[in-house]
């Protein structure tokens, strides 16, 4: 049961291990041809409901690279299956009949929903079995806003003018939703522990689409309260709050053992934000991927260097990796950051 | 000649007028049915060109609220007419034969290309007639490297995969193209401000497709050229570096009268980076207007309150304006900023 790489859990707890750990956001895949041979077969959607294909899709990083944590492949939409509303891939997922009004809240499923979502637990087992101690395998959801957003806007969103129409006009119905959302992520991300998974990263992907003021009284309580109750259940958790580096204060207030950095902001000031005690994870541009082998080099030298400013780092994009990477950049940006 | 309302010029020179003046990005534009109407007779393209159709949608908004300044309408992609790289609008930009190499930027007509741009600063006198000097009218250009992004990717873009590979491969390229760009650029602001044009806004719309360390090395000594050189025709120049608050501390370096501030920061926090002895410009975010008229006026009184720790402030958005906004809504935002 012990796994050989203790690196990234390690860092993790601020303990500082051999070399910086790295992994990738979204390192499972379309930059990797055996990725696209799995997807050849299959459409997104049966991907994500495949634990076996999951499991394959999961450990192709792991053999190909020397990364030091693997992620459940999945989609952070899948959560909508516990609710019964359906998500298309279209390739942008659609939520055909988008959910605005209370009745339309409340006449969903939301008791012990996410028992509805074994076969996401299924795929936790079959990766672990997969990656066979290897490394460790980190879970994650979407956070309550950026989940609640599809669901208001019926799909991806550039201003976000239903979901902050409603947080504006109706506070307490905005509120109702976070509040039913954040209920069921609680539960989504213990049914991933309870199946196995060594750490949990929650994405708000989609932070930048508040203002901060107001991101801090419609949106930061819901996140707190779910990253609170999550860390009671023994594993690591990672906060990744995208898009707009002025939100890092309020990331900072968050019980979160990491706090993801997006590749907006230079690591040293990101972390001069958030406190020297904090552990921190980022913070490469991933089209620096575009750039010479020299120039990411120099760009993971200069990373992994800030990142010992802070209590612990784990190296990782600032952002998900570019389907058009040449993954033999991945290997290179992989062997810099082991040997910085 | 005389303008009667002067408070925008008094506050771009650090002088305290009576109110705080306002101005609205793309003021002019599809939320106005008196536009929409303009617009179902021409093309976008069509509309751009035509200098009288120009100054009347440029006086819309002056006549339909107090608004305390004009901007030219135009588009910041129409200065690849002079050389001769043809746009479409489709609507988003398209440019068919994306400019990638040297020898594709060494064989566009450089020399002398503002004086292509007439029309503009046809549009620009027929503007300045149309206002009857109610107002002071604003012209404008995209900052160089956004400019640059449009010729190199061939439109919008998400990731700036080609004008970032082009940074990081090929630095000295990537220069030249800036370069070329920027005096262009400094060339028709100038025919701009000889038209007639009271102050300038230059818009780096895309300023975060760069990590902050490398738009100081591959965009921002560009932006500085600009400045500082059209700075000398003598009206104030205004800089909006939108998408990155973490970007800010560079935009202080500039040269600029007034900092545009994006609504990714709170102003009172970005007034603390840029420093207090700067003139600011902003910062609503635009979906505000989608809340009702209580929570708007205490959004703006909030802002105007902020400004007030600065040596002078400009209201605005913090972005263009929704073109599914109520236009009374913007009447009342006018009237909140008047008597905050």
């Given amino acids: 049961m012990a796994l050989r790489n203790t690196s990234f859990l390690q860092a993790c707890r601020g303990e500082r291990p051999a070399h910086t750990p790295i992994w990738v956001m979204r390192q499972a895949g379309r930059y990797l041809p055996e990725y696209r041979e799995v997807r050849a077969r299959v459409t997104f959607e049966e991907l994500c409901r495949s634990p076996e294909l999951c499991a394959e899709v999961t450990r192709q990083p792991i053999d190909r690279f020397g990364l030091d ?21 279209n390739p942008a997922p659609v939520v055909a009949e988008p959910i605005r009004t209370r009745t339309a809240v409340e006449a969903l499923p939301w008791g012990r929903a996410a028992d509805h979502l074994d076969y996401v637990y299924q795929a936790v087992r079959a990766c672990k079995a997969a990656l066979a101690d290897r490394v460790p395998l980190i879970g994650f959801c979407g956070a309550p806003m950026t989940t609640a957003s599809y669901l208001i806007e019926g799909g991806g969103s550039r201003e976000f003018e239903h979901t902050k129409t409603i947080a504006f006009r109706e506070p307490a119905l905005f509120a109702a939703m976070l509040e039913r959302i954040t209920t069921l992520l609680i539960e989504y991300l213990g049914g991933q522990v309870a199946a196995g998974v060594d750490a949990l990263q929650i994405f708000e992907s989609w932070g930048a689409a508040f203002a901060p003021d107001d991101y801090r009284v419609h949106v930061l309580p819901h996140l707190r309260r779910l990253v609170s109750a999550v860390k009671a259940y023994g594993v690591p958790v990672i906060v990744f709050l995208r898009g707009n580096a002025s939100l890092l204060r309020q990331a900072a207030e968050l019980d979160a053992d990491v706090l993801g950095i997006d590749w ?15 552990i921190v994870q980022g913070n490469l541009d991933p089209m620096a991927l575009f750039a010479t082998p020299e120039v990411i080099s120099a760009k993971a030298r200069a990373i992994v260097e800030a990142g010992r400013l802070a209590r612990g780092h784990i190296f990782n994009l600032g952002h998900g990796i570019s389907r058009h990477t040449d993954p033999g950049m991945v290997a290179h940006l992989v062997e810099a950051v082991h040997s910085a």
């Fill in 69 to 89: 944590a693997a992620i459940l492949f999945s989609d952070i939409l899948v959560v909508f299956d516990a609710i019964g509303v359906p998500v298309r891939f």
């Fill in 264 to 278: 907006s902001i230079e690591l040293d000031r990101a972390i001069d934000v958030v406190g020297r005690d904090r």
